[in-house]
């Protein structure tokens, strides 16, 4: 994904706030072994693309004044009740060094999986995203958690994942539930009485 941006040399509150009246929003390119360069972003454009999952989870091929950088979105800033991006960090790849990033999960199969086809169970997402660490080029836009065998009662946990080559998962502690499946309180007693 291409972003393009402009190099600027003015700084602080007052500067910024100059910008975004523009319609442009501050930003930042830090990391690697050059120095950090400031910079303006259309906002519309950075508006809608923050929107998109793939923005906040791929390796973006940053213009800035006719120089392409690849880099990572960091962070953003968005005002607090206006529709207003405040500023963007982006952290500049080098594409032999591993990086740590989370990305996002995508459920699939649940209306197939026993828990809820022959228990009528409900399946929680306690995730939404996971930690990995890999290098640039192995990135994955998402990670699938297929729940097609998930039983009532059952967890998925994050060592279940089928991650793609070159991937790993960076868990803190113990193996952390992704998802579970658990019945609805009042289908225990309904079937109580039925009998």
Do not use: W
């Amino acid at each position: 994904m291409k972003v393009v941006a402009f190099a600027r040399k003015e700084q602080g509150t007052g500067a910024s706030r100059r910008l975004r009246n523009a319609g442009q929003t501050p930003g930042i390119i830090y990391g690697g072994t050059e120095p950090a360069v400031n910079i303006s972003l259309d906002h519309n454009a950075l508006f809608h693309a923050l929107k998109k999952e793939v923005f906040h989870s791929s390796i973006l091929d940053m213009d800035v004044d006719g120089k392409v950088e690849k880099v990572l979105l960091r962070d953003f800033q968005m005002h607090a009740f206006k529709q207003l991006v405040l500023h963007a960090d982006f952290q500049r790849v080098d594409a032999n060094k591993k990086i740590h990033v989370k990305v996002p999960l995508h459920f699939i199969n649940a209306e197939v999986s026993p828990a809820v086809k022959l228990s009528a169970a409900v399946i929680s997402h306690v995730a939404v995203e996971l930690d990995v660490e890999c290098l640039p080029a192995d990135l994955p836009e998402f990670i699938e958690v297929d729940l097609s065998k998930v039983e009532a009662g059952q967890s998925v946990h994050v060592s279940a994942l089928k991650l793609p080559k070159g991937v790993s998962a960076v868990v803190h502690g113990d193996d952390a539930t992704v998802a579970i499946a658990v019945k609805p309180a009042g289908a225990t007693s309904a079937e109580a009485d039925a009998k």
